[in-house]
């Protein structure tokens, strides 16, 4: 079986990051699961489907044409062709990306397409159910956390980098709402595995959170 390490938890948390140092180090592939649910969004937006009407969004989510193209910058996120990294990173597409993935049908339609993610020689994947649902066989699943003023001034500071300008309070406001939307869902809502190990990175830097998964990776797969 294609061993895989599974990083949930709420938004802001620093998944992404932490899973993209991990692979690399490990030489695994990736899956950026979230990514799945804000291209859903993009493309209901583009094709002006109402983010509750569950009978279009299911096929979208389903045919959703996407590449996934390695670059010198990190992954390329092709829909329909066409260069959406940075769009679907805007905080209004991860609000949207919430309301979809709280749809039954949707997250049903997403699965295989997660699932066929866990290739040789290994796969991190990050999300919200992956230890959960998606690959509940996997050997690690870590489950990080951090207070929401914490991921709130690391978005903050992620965004003025790239010179966008944003208001601390509202992204603590707007990480509480989503993470409020994707806690109470009925279907995979956001919750640790009963097995996950547990991370509160709120005073934890990238490296030392980075080292930590890397050890207890160590000690399953060497
Ligand atoms: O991780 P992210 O912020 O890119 O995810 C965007 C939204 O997608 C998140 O608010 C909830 C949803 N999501 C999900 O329901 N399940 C996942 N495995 C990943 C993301």
Redesign the pocket.
Known sequence: MIPVITI?GP??AG??TISQRVAESLGWHML???????LTALAATLDDIGLDNENALTPLAARLDVVFEPSTRGLRILLRGKDVSEAIRAEEI??K??KV??LPAV?AALLTR?RDFAQAPGLVA?????GTT?FPQAKLKVFMTASAEARAERRYKQLMEKGISASLPALVADLKA?DE??SN?SV?P?KPASDAIFLDTTTMGIDEVTERVLAEARKIYR
């Open positions: 949930d938004s802001g998944k992404g950026d699961s979230g990514s799945l649910y804000r991860g609000m990306a919430s993935a709280a997250r997660q990050d999300g919200r159910d992956m998606v989503r939307q994707d869902r995979s956001l």
